[in-house]
């Protein structure tokens, strides 16, 4: 199966799976995970990064996160956290962590950035809550976030590379 068909199967399957669980979200592929707050998108990744993924479990579980269900999932759900804490969260403390983002950012062009720098981002307001929902859903919807695993799962196994 060609990427462009892989992600194509998936954008329908997260599509429709987000409108049975009356979230008024659409997905999109794109090189990073991301919520577009404005539009109500989901940016979904198939790209790992090691060390990020690992640091990111590593801060998951320390919030409760108990189950392996994969880096996929724990980002795509966290993005969805997103959506659902946003109307926690005041303009001032949005913007006060666009500004934490964009300095980050801007110290670091090229993306190299320390674990210390990584471990802060995680702890910014508006990502805590969402992986805090994310891990919550998680643990309290175990059976529909496997279904979601192992439908990507085989999807990307499936995946050919020329």
């Known amino acids: 199966m060609t990427l462009e068909k892989a992600t194509n ?31 109500n998108i ?12 690992r ?12 189950y392996n269900v994969g880096i996929f999932i724990l980002s795509f759900l966290h993005e969805v956290g997103h959506y659902m804490t946003d109307d926690e969260v005041s303009d001032e403390e949005y913007n006060f962590c666009e500004l934490c983002k964009n300095m980050m950012n801007n110290r670091c062009p090229d993306g190299n950035f320390s674990d210390t720098d990584i471990k802060y981002y995680f702890n910014l307001p508006i990502e805590r ?6 891990v919550d859903y998680i643990n309290g919807h175990l059976y529909e976030v496997l279904k979601i695993r192992n439908f990507v799962k085989n999807i990307v196994d499936n995946i050919t590379v020329v």
Do not use: C, P, V
């Open 42 to 53: 989901i940016a979904y990744s198939l790209l790992t990064t090691e060390r990020t993924d």
């Open 129 to 134: 809550r969402a992986t805090q929902w994310a």
């Open 55 to 66: 640091l990111f479990t590593e801060y998951a579980n320390s919030l409760g996160h108990t």
């Open 9 to 39: 199967e998936i954008t329908i399957f997260l599509d429709k799976w987000l409108e049975e669980h009356n979230f008024d979200l659409t997905t999109r592929f794109e090189l990073e995970f991301g919520f577009y707050r404005d539009i």
